[in-house]
């Protein structure tokens, strides 16, 4: 599947979030175009897992890179974007670098501990440059100390593709 297909469908599939999207701030100019809005957009996100696939740094960037890995596993968020529109700013986002697969996330509890709920979902694992990912891991909370504010700067004012609309 391409980052550029669109569903018809109302709802869109749920989204596992790795990288840099664990920024609620990021994740919010992505879904609504403001960082303001971290807490409106936190109600859409649940802590999950997902097995088989690992997260590493890459060489001369900020955000990692998914690749599939038998034994390996990421902890990130269950993403549900409300409209199609949402759905669109997201794929914008990740670009031509990634692309789409279908995972199966397992919920997590408060404590962490592994939820009976499995829910399937997409995730955007690295389509990119090979020799660009390290065999480091990615820091989110590195990213969020070291990086964030620098981004949100970056993308103030800018617009993803997605219709107006909202649905």
């Known amino acids: 599947m391409s980052i550029s297909s669109k569903s018809t469908t109302s709802v869109p599939r749920p989204v596992f979030i790795y990288g840099t999207l664990c920024a609620k701030p990021l994740l919010a100019w992505v879904l609504t175009g403001s960082a303001t809005q971290a807490d409106e957009v936190a109600s859409l996100i649940r802590p999950s897992k997902v097995d088989d696939v690992a997260r590493y740094a890459l060489h001369g960037r900020d955000y990692p890179a998914a690749v599939k890995k038998v034994g390996g596993s990421i902890h990130g968020f269950l993403l549900q974007p409300q409209t199609r529109s949402q759905r669109w700013k997201l794929d914008d986002f990740e670009g031509e670098s990634y692309q789409i697969e279908t ?42 100390r070291e990086r964030l504010d620098d981004w949100i700067d970056l993308f103030e004012g800018m617009e993803l593709v997605g219709d107006d609309d909202g649905d």
């Open 103 to 144: 995972v199966q996330a397992r919920l997590l509890g408060d404590d962490g501990e592994i939820c009976e709920d499995v829910i399937e979902a997409d995730i955007y694992l690295w389509n990119g440059d090979t020799d660009l990912v390290s065999d480091l891991p990615w820091d989110l909370e590195r990213f969020i």
